[in-house]
Structure formats: structure tokens, C-alpha cells
């Protein structure tokens, strides 16, 4: 962790505590306390009003809050913009997802963009061809596997139309050929495979750790794609 993301570490444990000794800080961020000493010297000067009670620790003193994150209105264009991308690069989970996230964006804007960006939002269309229309909502779902190494158990149905039952290690999602593909280490194959997101019939994340623990590198694997599109 470096210096800065650890200094709003401390900022963010100081305001959900009353007092926060020390050690706590230490412990927590695996510095010394010599360090937790600069660092917390380093939040004073930059204007953070923190102050020290024996014996109990540190504090923020009352009335001080952390501002909320705000956007540029450029900056909430650009969300806008992709919002009408999404539909055409990624399932119904993940535009739910996005959906929400933009909507946490418009709440902390104020009044006079929120309506700027209104005004833009029948300004801007995209027309998507059919064949990227998703109507599964399996990739948020698969991201949760990925990140935690979870076996998944899937019903799939290949381009001959035969439906089979897989249990795969996934490892990451690529999109290529216009669609979003899965791969996994496949337990049936003992090999790794691709499955196309949009061919899955079902899925279930069965929380077993993965099996096999030196998978090959996605860039490597982006490698070996039957095209370069």
C-alpha cells in the first residue's frame, strides 16, 4: 500500500472509531509507530483537525467530515457516454450494476449539471446490432468467481447444440468476435476452454476453492484467440 491510499486508510478508520490508540493504526497498516506518528502529523498539516486523548487515542475532532467525492461535469459526460455503450458490451447484471453506480454519481452533483446531464442523456444513442444483445445475467456472477477463485458449474450449449453439465476453474472473460467469452479450466477436459457467455444456459458459483493452482496468464491465453478482432 503506498503512502497516500495508507493516509486515507487512517482518515477513513479515524472517522468509524471515537478514539483510535496508536497500536490500532500499527497493527492494522503494518507500520511502525513512528510511523503512525508521521502519518497522523502529515493528516494535521493538510488541514484534518485530529487531536489526542491519554490513554484512549486519537481522534477527529467533532464537527469535521469528509467531504464527498465530486465530478467534474466532463467527467460525469464520459459516464453518460458509456451508459449507452453498455447495453451492447456487457449483460443485464453488469448494466444494473453500472445503472446504479452512475445514479451515486448524478446524487452528489449539483443541481444545475444534474440537469445538464439530463438534457444530454436523449441527445446521445447508439444503435446496437442484435447479435450483442444480452439476455443472460451471468458476468457479475462469473467476476465474484474469478476474483474468488471459486469452481463454477455451468450448463452449456455448444454451436452443434449439445447441451453438457461443466464444472470449470474460470479465470477470466475476454471479449472477442463480438462476444464475451468465458475461460476456464474445464474438470471434464482436464484442459482449458472457452465458452461463450451468451451460450450458457445456467450457472452456479459452488464456492469450492479451485484445484489447480498455476493457471496460464490471460495474456498469454489472449494469445492463442482464433482471430485478432
Known sequence: MNRIDRLFGILVLLQSKKFVPAEKI???????????????K???????????????????????????????????????????????????????N????????????????????????????MQVPDRLHY?????????????????????????KEEV??????PLGLIFYAFSWHLIGWCHLRKDYRDFKISNIRSLRNTSSPFTKDDHID???YMKMLPVKW
Open 135 to 159: 439476455e443472460v445475467e451471468y458476468m457479475t456472477a462469473l467476476q465474484s468467481a474469478i476474483s474468488g477463485k471459486c469452481v463454477v458449474e455451468i450448463q452449456y450449449t455448444n454451436n
Open 98 to 125: 453500472y445503472a446504479s453506480a452512475l445514479n451515486k454519481v448524478k446524487a452528489v452533483m449539483r443541481s444545475q449539471e444534474k440537469d445538464q446531464l439530463e438534457s444530454l442523456t436523449d441527445k446521445i444513442k
Open 164 to 169: 453438457s453439465i461443466r464444472r470449470l476453474e
Open 42 to 96: 502529515a493528516l494535521c498539516e493538510s488541514g484534518i483537525p485530529i487531536s489526542f486523548e491519554q490513554y484512549r487515542g486519537y481522534f477527529i475532532v467533532q464537527g469535521y467530515f469528509l467531504p464527498p467525492v465530486s465530478f467534474t461535469m466532463e467527467e460525469a459526460s464520459a459516464f453518460l457516454l458509456m451508459e449507452k455503450m453498455v447495453p451492447g458490451f456487457a449483460d443485464k447484471s453488469i448494466q444494473k
Open 26 to 40: 500499527s497493527e492494522k497498516f503494518k507500520i511502525s509507530i513512528r510511523t503512525v506518528y508521521r502519518d497522523v
Open 218 to 220: 490471460m495474456d498469454e
